[in-house]
């Protein structure tokens, strides 16, 4: 009788390797459209396809893969439609997850979002400044209490992460003193516990950065991205 690999050693593996695909997902490693081969992540890392395949379901719950029939998994590709309606989902879900985080982030919590918007200010690494941004804005939804509106914000934010990187690539300095100012209005805000402001200066970040994304097309070619294809 064949004995498989114990359950929690599938799931302590399966959790490995999302963490490795999520980390290059989210870095641009694997870009917009790009497929994920179960047998080549396997060889690759050493593993047999059954944790792999834990993965990929893991990451299609975050909205990092999705799976196709006959093609497998594969990092979704939008067009601008579609990214243009995820960035007004931001608009309206991110308000609301700020203003539900408000009360209940502790003083040390705000001096951290302090010290990384210091660091932001400071960088100007593109891979670092989207680790940064990312660790900036669901740090100020610590405290959003409800696991369903939370979940979504972050599922939200993996899909639109390449197409925000890309955009971020052809900006130079003017747009990091754009969202260094945005940043810094959102801070005050959360400083004085002001859920009007913070809400208002928040929606406005994210719409200011859904209209400059539909102004520049060349964010959506396979080119824009890494190992799109």
């Known amino acids: 009788m ?16 999302a963490a490795h695909l999520r980390d290059a ?39 990092l893969t999705e799976h196709t029939a006959n093609k497998g998994a594969r990092v979704p590709r939008l067009d601008p439609a579609e990214l243009d309606v995820l960035y007004q989902m931001r608009e309206r879900l991110e308000p609301l997850a700020l203003t539900e985080s408000l009360p209940h982030l502790s003083a040390g919590d705000i001096k951290e979002l302090h010290a990384v918007q210091e660091r932001i200010t400071g960088d100007a690494d593109l891979r670092e400044f989207m680790v940064l941004d990312r660790a900036f804005h669901l740090g100020s939804y610590a405290g959003c209490a409800s696991e369903q509106l939370s979940s979504s914000v972050v599922r939200l934010w993996n899909a639109t992460q390449p197409y925000r990187r890309a955009f971020m690539a052809l900006g130079g300095p003017q747009r990091r003193w754009i969202i260094d100012h945005e940043h810094r209005l959102l801070l005050d805000a959360i400083d004085r516990r002001d859920p009007v402001d913070a809400e208002r200066y928040l929606a406005g970040h994210i719409r200011r950065t859904r209209i400059e994304l539909g102004a520049h097309p060349e964010v959506f070619r396979p080119s824009a991205g890494p190992r799109g294809s």
Not at 2 to 17: D, F, L, N
């Open 25 to 63: 997902i989210l870095a641009g490693e694997i870009g917009p459209g790009a497929r994920i081969r179960q047998e080549e992540v396997a060889e690759r890392l050493g593993t047999s396809r059954l944790p792999v395949r834990e993965a990929l379901r893991i990451l299609e719950a975050e909205g």
């Open 2 to 17: 064949t004995v498989g690999p114990a359950p929690a050693a599938v799931g302590a593996a399966s959790e490995r390797i």
